[in-house]
């Protein structure tokens, strides 16, 4: 293992085994945020997977947590949370495998819009087969405490983040890059595209469908309008792409400025909230690219020199 | 029954075909998709609305407002922000991509400063809502006037294209950029050119949509969706094709609603749309393999 990627993990580890001690030393108030915190870089790190590398731009990433959170609706009290939280994973991987091969077939503008009417043609099926079951909400009893939740979200938040890590340093990771630089190129000189196109896409579904498991024991409701909401997906793109998204240390700063923003506003002006992360995106796309840690790296790189 | 069905095709036909239009000229000469023209649809259709409310102004003056507003926001679009990101060498790397983004967050902060503008409810005005009959069918007048203008906007830029000297050099443009170029067409200024008449006709695609149907700050993207849909199904640039793409994905929409239950209409929809990306990426009339 490079010693880079085994320092950056051993520092999310370390962190990840700290936090854990956190609902012993704060309240309910600060595990609630952290929560929230861990499960946004679960998300923003399994996106950058499929989008940062290949520069494929998904704007459907939350048809994964919505399969997710259907799947742990249609089997809570079924099956033991132990069972469910996989089982969802498992579920969107199965569902990145069936829309990923076509979906992956276009590029660009297309790719994007697709994934965007992938997500929302998943949430009105959804919709209408619980229409026909008449069923409006499902109510999750005896759902977990905000403790446990927490600690499983931690858990999937360094999985997310390791995962990310060993892909970006990996043969796999370097030939997704060059997938975004240029798939032409990329082909001709024996990389099988197609091939690591949809194992980039499964991989960066798991971690989603777990999340979409969390958020309903949370909420201990499951409302398809609600779990399947596209600002989600927006919000996913914002903080993988200001933070920056070639790298996984970059979300992580995207991720923390949101989700702090978010506390102050969400409650009293969500539209100014939604405003701030769209001038935020607008402004870092055209301001610096690269995001916030791609310019701090060429900061670095500069003073080496 | 049915022509009742069919006048509602066309009604809805031709508005899709018009809002595409708006899309088609912007992503055919600069290749880049203006996520954000539903958004501007929107704004057409709250100038509308606030000029009926407030001020009782017949919505169709409102078209002299809707439509310069927008187009001032095209300008102010084009060269507020869009030559600047274009200086950035990073920016310009990954333009596609990067363009996206940019109209992406646009679409948010337009929706959402409407929302706070004007809470995010559901809006409407009364206007020219006499029934009339044609055959047996009972159609409200407004719907009428909305067919009347979408359709004689759109077969007057088909007209355009075909006619006039400027149409045929945006046509060029459209299809070979470096070579329009080489004759002498001044590509920039066309560029500019289209920007802005795709964000008028969205404006006023906006100020129609708003006489029959309720409007609010979200409505824009499904309309950016569905003129996406629209643009593909035509082909991309082409202008005839998007008249047609229209009209198919309103008859589609409106007899399969018709044939199902209205709640089966955004499946329908999204389902044409995938369907289209994953069959014939390059359009109905295109040939060859779609310009990814």
Redesign the interface.
């Known amino acids: 293992m490079i010693p880079i990627l085994r320092r950056q993990i051993g520092i999310a580890t370390l962190v990840a085994l700290l936090a854990i001690g956190l609902p012993w030393v704060g309240n309910e108030y600060y595990t609630g945020f952290a929560f929230t915190l861990v499960t946004w870089i679960a998300l923003t790190e399994s996106w950058i997977v499929i989008s940062g590398m290949t ?1 494929y ?1 998904s ?1 459907g990433h939350v048809v994964f947590i919505g399969i997710g959170a259907y799947v742990a609706a249609l089997t809570w009290m079924v099956l033991p949370i132990w069972a469910i939280v996989p089982l969802t994973g498992l579920a969107a991987a199965a569902l990145a495998a069936v829309v990923g091969y ?1 979906c992956l ?6 790719f ?3 994934t ?3 997500s ?2 998943v949430k ?2 959804v ?2 087969i619980e ?1 026909g079951l008449s069923m409006s909400g499902r109510v999750l009893f005896a759902a977990p405490d905000i403790d446990d939740l927490f600690f499983i979200g931690l858990g999937l938040a360094w999985l997310s983040f390791v995962g990310a890590l060993i892909v970006s340093h990996s043969r796999f990771g370097a030939g997704l890059r060059a997938i975004r630089e240029n798939e032409e190129a990329a082909e001709t000189i024996g990389i099988s595209v197609g091939l690591l196109k949809l194992a980039a896409f499964v991989l960066s579904a798991i971690v989603p469908g777990m999340v979409g498991a969390l958020l309903i024991m949370r909420s201990t409701y499951f409302e398809p309008m609600q779990i399947f909401n ?1 600002q989600t997906s ?1 919000l996913i ?2 903080m993988a ?1 200001i933070g920056g998204s070639d790298r996984p240390v970059g979300p992580l700063l995207g991720v923390v400025l949101l989700v702090a923003l978010q506390e102050v506003l969400w409650a009293s ?1 969500p ?2 909230y ?2 701030i ?6 402004g870092v ?6 995001g916030v840690y791609g310019r701090i790296q060429r900061l670095m790189a500069a003073n080496a020199r | 029954m049915s022509s009742q069905l069919l006048i509602a095709a066309l009604v809805s036909g031709s508005v899709y075909a018009l809002i595409a239009l708006g899309l088609n000229l912007v ?1 055919g000469t600069m290749r880049l ?1 203006n ?1 954000a023209h539903g958004e501007f649809v929107m704004i057409g259709a709250y100038c509308a609305y606030w000029g009926f409310e407030l001020l009782g102004i017949n919505p169709l003056v409102s078209i002299l407002i809707a439509v310069p507003l927008t187009t001032l926001m095209a300008i102010g679009f084009y060269f507020g ?1 869009f030559r ?2 274009m200086r ?1 060498a ?2 310009m ?2 333009i ?3 363009s ?3 109209f ?6 337009l ?3 409407v ?2 503008l004007f809470t ?1 409810n559901q809006r409407d005005y009364r206007y020219a809502d006499q029934i009339v009959h044609i055959l047996d069918a009972r159609v409200p007048v407004n719907k009428l006037i909305v067919l009347g203008i979408a359709g004689a906007v759109c077969i007057g830029a088909v007209a355009f294209f075909r006619l006039s000297t400027l149409g045929i050099a945006i046509k060029a443009l459209i299809q070979q950029r470096e070579a329009a170029a080489l004759v002498g067409i001044p590509v920039a200024r066309i560029d500019l050119l289209c920007f802005c008449l795709g964000f008028a006709i969205a404006g006023l695609a906006g100020v129609l949509v708003s006489m029959t149907e309720e409007i609010s700050p979200y409505m824009g ?1 499904p309309f950016t ?1 569905t003129a ?1 849909v629209v643009v ?1 199904l035509g082909g991309l640039g082409n202008v005839f094709g998007s008249l047609f793409g229209g009209l198919l994905l309103g008859v589609l929409e409106t007899f399969g609603v018709a044939l199902t239950a209205p ?2 209409r ?2 329908m929809i ?2 044409v ?2 369907a289209v ?2 069959l014939r ?1 390059q359009g109905l009339f295109g040939a060859g393999r ?1 310009r ?1």
Do not use: D, K
């Open positions: 520069g731009v704007l076509p077939r276009v590029r660009g503008p297309y994007v819009i697709l965007f009417g992938v929302e043609l009105f099926i919709i209408n229409a596209p927006v793109v914002t792409v002006l539209q100014l939604m405003i992360v769209g001038v935020l995106l607008v796309v055209i301001g610096m690219p690269g | 992503y998709l996520v922000i600047t990101a950035s990073e920016f790397e990954r596609e991509a990067n996206l983004l940019v992406f967050g646009t679409s948010v902060i929706q959402n400063a929302a706070l995010p993207f969706v996406f593909i709640s089966y955004s499946i999204y389902g749309f995938i990306l994953l990426p779609a990814t």
